[in-house]
């Protein structure tokens, strides 16, 4: 096996290829990406085929910012007999298992791309998961219920009805999700949509276990941009008190809470309360890349600010050199000053022409 499946945004495929090229090309592994526009994929086939198992492994899927699953896939299987599409699919796991300990694995997902044309593919996924995981359960490589002590997902993903690739991903190294898309339900008294933005950021980026120890009702935010007020309510919810910075018209509820100080100022121009400690900042300002990445390092180096949520409006062209140079930018800054710090940067499902950044400082 030598290619790598990445699910994105419709439409995102090229900053997707453009990213794997460029993350396995720092570990010495070369192939090339190929895109099919607002597919919803891109596979990455690599010159050597033992090296496909490497990037699954060794490129932090934290760490990529256009991709919401990777795994290891077979050639395409085309073709697929609709009386029997079942032994040709176990022949790929036979081969798989000669390379690759998938015994009792974790899980089963039977997937399509995230396109409006896989829509109708999907229910018919639903249904073949079920005979596929018997299938499979036989042969012992999944495991009866699942596993979380085994190191490896399955998948089938479906491009077509009689058309699929084969393949699995690491469970230290992926997306727990279906698809890659976590489903999140709209909160009935949120303010706004956005809501869910902030909602998956800080699922994708807060470990669950260290949620309360830094989101809490002891801490202050800032919400730059923060009419009518989604992202303040994730904030709210969590206990915080939140000044919310904004010309617009923060929504009645959410001052209701006694938790918000509605700031009708500039958010570029907006400096915290003196004496006070503002542990969070988020941002959904629309704005250039570049002046958001500016007046996020400025809040850093400043110290108004030890941890952050922001969004990056991407533009209509060259959108991953843009966000490529906006956090190298801001890592140069945060450096400059001296200071440790982690950036982790996600298309989340909820964004569109956009991309999610979260900076701690540590
Ligand atoms: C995408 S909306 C934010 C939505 C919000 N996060 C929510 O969840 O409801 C962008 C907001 O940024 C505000 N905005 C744009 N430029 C701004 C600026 N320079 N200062 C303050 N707010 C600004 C707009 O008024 C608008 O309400």
Same mark, same amino acid.
């Given at each position: 096996?030598?290619?790598?499946?990445?699910?994105?945004?419709?439409?995102?495929?090229?900053?997707?290829?453009?990213?794997?090229?460029?993350?396995?090309?720092?570990?010495?592994?070369?192939?090339?990406?190929?895109?099919?526009?607002?597919?919803?994929?891109?596979?990455?086939?690599?010159?050597?085929?033992?090296?496909?198992?490497?990037?699954?492994?060794?490129?932090?899927?934290?760490?990529?910012?256009?991709?919401?699953?990777?795994?290891?896939?077979?050639?395409?299987?085309?073709?697929?007999?609709?009386?029997?599409?079942?032994?040709?699919?176990?022949?790929?796991?036979?081969?798989?298992?000669?390379? $690759? %300990?998938?015994?009792?694995? *974790? =899980?089963?997902?039977? +997937? &399509?791309?995230?396109?409006?044309?896989?829509? !109708?593919?999907?229910?018919?996924?639903?249904?073949?998961?079920?005979?596929?995981?018997?299938?499979?359960?036989?042969?012992?490589?999944?495991?009866?219920?699942?596993?979380?002590?085994?190191?490896?997902?399955?998948?089938?993903?479906?491009?077509?009805?009689?058309?699929?690739?084969?393949?699995?991903?690491?469970?230290?190294?992926?997306?727990?999700?279906?698809?890659?898309?976590?489903?999140?339900?709209?909160?009935?008294?949120?303010?706004?949509?956005?809501?869910?933005?902030?909602?998956?950021?800080?699922?994708?980026?807060?470990?669950?276990?260290?949620?309360?120890?830094?989101?809490?009702?002891?801490?202050?935010?800032?919400?730059?941009?923060?009419?009518?007020?989604?992202?303040?309510?994730?904030?709210?919810?969590?206990?915080?008190?939140?000044?919310? $910075? %904004?010309?617009?018209?923060? *929504? =009645?509820?959410?001052? +209701? &809470?006694?938790?918000?100080?509605?700031?009708? !100022?500039?958010?570029?121009?907006?400096?915290?309360?003196?004496?006070?400690?503002?542990?969070?900042?988020?941002?959904?300002?629309?704005?250039?890349?570049?002046?958001?990445?500016?007046?996020?390092?400025?809040?850093?180096?400043?110290?108004?600010?030890?941890?952050?949520?922001?969004?990056?409006?991407?533009?209509?062209?060259?959108?991953?050199?843009?966000?490529?140079?906006?956090?190298?930018?801001?890592?140069?800054?945060?450096?400059?000053?001296?200071?440790?710090?982690?950036?982790?940067?996600?298309?989340?499902?909820?964004?569109?022409?956009?991309?999610?950044?979260?900076?701690?400082?540590?």
């Amino acid at each position: 096996m030598n290619k790598l499946a990445l699910y994105c945004r419709p439409g995102f495929e090229k900053e997707m290829a453009a990213e794997i090229t460029d993350r396995a090309a720092a570990l010495g592994i070369f192939g090339f990406a190929r895109v099919q526009e607002h597919s919803g994929y891109v596979i990455f086939e690599c010159y050597q085929p033992n090296d496909v198992d490497r990037l699954a492994r060794e490129i932090p899927f934290n760490g990529l910012i256009f991709a919401r699953q990777m795994l290891v896939v077979s050639d395409l299987l085309e073709n697929l007999d609709p009386t029997d599409r079942i032994s040709p699919i176990i022949r790929v796991f036979e081969k798989i298992s000669a390379q $690759v %300990d998938i015994r009792l694995s *974790a =899980e089963l997902f039977v +997937e &399509t791309a995230d396109t409006n044309e896989s829509k !109708e593919l999907s229910t018919f996924c639903r249904k073949f998961t079920v005979p596929l995981r018997q299938a499979l359960k036989k042969q012992a490589w999944l495991a009866d219920k699942p596993n979380p002590k085994s190191g490896h997902f399955l998948h089938c993903f479906f491009v077509k009805p009689n058309c699929c690739y084969v393949g699995y991903s690491y469970t230290d190294n992926h997306s727990e999700h279906f698809m890659g898309i976590p489903r999140l339900k709209f909160p009935f008294d949120a303010p706004s949509r956005s809501t869910l933005k902030l909602e998956e950021a800080i699922l994708t980026f807060i470990p669950r276990k260290e949620e309360e120890k830094r989101l809490n009702d002891r801490m202050v935010g800032v919400d730059l941009g923060a009419c009518p007020g989604g992202w303040t309510y994730q904030l709210v919810k969590r206990g915080l008190f939140v000044y919310a $910075v %904004d010309h617009g018209k923060m *929504a =009645e509820s959410l001052h +209701e &809470t006694g938790r918000i100080e509605h700031c009708a !100022e500039d958010g570029f121009k907006f400096q915290p309360p003196k004496r006070k400690k503002i542990d969070w900042l988020v941002c959904d300002m629309v704005e250039q890349p570049s002046r958001i990445t500016n007046l996020i390092g400025k809040w850093l180096v400043n110290g108004w600010c030890r941890e952050t949520i922001f969004n990056l409006k991407l533009p209509m062209k060259k959108r991953y050199q843009e966000v490529v140079q906006c956090l190298a930018n801001l890592a140069e800054v945060l450096n400059q000053k001296g200071l440790t710090f982690k950036i982790q940067a996600k298309h989340l499902y909820h964004d569109r022409e956009e991309i999610t950044v979260h900076v701690v400082i540590k």
